[in-house]
């Protein structure tokens, strides 16, 4: 069983997926459980519940999850008022048509099968987005997507969850909700997921190009490196200043990687009983484990 999933964040949501994995439950239950942990949790700002706003001082969310047996896939983009868009993209997987849905469309879906519509702006969401109305000099946008990968007894499954980009437009979109850029997952070769900005992850068709990568022969940790590399370089080349973007991914072995074209990238791994924290440092090249602090 190998579990790996982005930022600091996704700590204890993988402690939850791994054992969830013992209980013997499925791969979707466990990769479900770890992004809802992340959803539901009033201080992650970039996800669910409490996610940042767009400019209009709406939260809309997006989410996605792939099954690798089959390659379908589920997915919710620019979705109010569900706290766990996870878990919807859940119920779209396997059907034959009605994959992928966006805005009311999501929401009546949403709304028909049982989901409560709740308010997801917060107090310290909302106050930021008011500084933000006032001080439009701060050009930061925040983007910690938790996207994760699972291969566990033969099966791999990817799925992410985001509140997209602060402060972008209504009805904007990023990667995460898209199979090819912000997830993909094919249980005869391994899974990848991308979080960052999606405007450049799209350019590079990120997560796909690693599995890709991951089919000719390459290791997760060579082809996450080479696909967030070769994208970097490519924006350079065609005069872009490449934003952040970063990787994670695992091929059917349980083998991992991790990459980013930031100075440190921290992502979150469990092969087995211990939960380990590490930094991805130079395109994947250097794995440094770290303490986290939300050991708890
Ligand atoms: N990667 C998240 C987004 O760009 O919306």
């Known amino acids: 069983m190998t579990i790996i999933s982005t930022w600091e964040i996704s700590f204890q949501g993988v402690k939850i997926a791994r054992d969830i994995l013992k209980e013997g439950k499925s791969v979707e239950d466990a990769i479900c459980g770890l992004i809802n942990d992340i959803e539901l949790n009033p201080d992650f700002h970039n996800v669910g519940y409490s996610g940042w706003p767009n400019e209009e001082g709406d939260v809309e969310l997006d989410a996605a999850i792939m099954d690798g047996d089959t390659l379908?896939?589920?997915?919710?983009?620019?979705?109010?008022?569900?706290?766990?868009?996870?878990?919807?993209?859940?119920?779209?997987?396997?059907?034959?048509?009605?994959?992928?849905?966006?805005?009311?469309?999501?929401?009546?879906?949403?709304?028909?099968?049982?989901?409560?519509?709740?308010?997801l702006l917060t107090e310290p969401a909302k106050a930021r987005w008011l500084q933000k109305i006032h001080d439009m000099t701060d050009?930061?946008?925040?983007?910690?997507?938790?996207?994760?990968?699972?291969?566990?007894?033969?099966r791999v499954v990817a799925a992410t969850s985001t509140s997209g980009l602060f402060m972008k437009r209504k009805g904007r979109v990023g990667d995460s909700p898209l199979v090819g850029p912000g997830l993909y997952a094919d249980s005869e070769i391994g899974g990848a997921t991308a979080t960052g900005v999606g405007e450049d992850i799209m350019k590079g068709t990120l997560s796909f190009q690693i599995v890709n990568l991951m089919k000719s022969g390459m290791s997760p940790s060579e082809a996450a490196g080479k696909a967030v590399k070769d994208l970097h370089e490519?924006?350079?080349?065609?005069?872009?200043?490449?934003?952040?973007?970063?990787?994670?991914?695992?091929?059917?072995?349980?083998?991992?990687?991790?990459?980013?074209?930031?100075?440190?990238?921290p992502f979150v791994v469990c092969t087995g009983d211990e939960v380990e924290y590490y930094v991805s440092k130079d395109f994947g090249k250097v794995y440094e484990k770290r303490k986290n602090q939300y050991d708890i």
């Open 72 to 119: 379908s896939f589920g997915a919710v983009a620019s979705m109010r008022n569900i706290k766990t868009p996870v878990s919807v993209a859940r119920l779209l997987v396997g059907r034959p048509y009605d994959n992928f849905i966006v805005g009311d469309g999501a929401l009546q879906f949403a709304l028909e099968n049982g989901f409560k519509s709740e308010e």
């Open 139 to 154: 050009l930061d946008k925040g983007h910690d997507t938790v996207g994760s990968v699972i291969a566990s007894g033969g």
């Open 234 to 265: 490519n924006l350079i080349r065609k005069n872009q200043k490449p934003r952040d973007f970063s990787v994670v991914c695992v091929n059917k072995e349980g083998e991992w990687g991790a990459a980013s074209n930031r100075d440190e990238f």
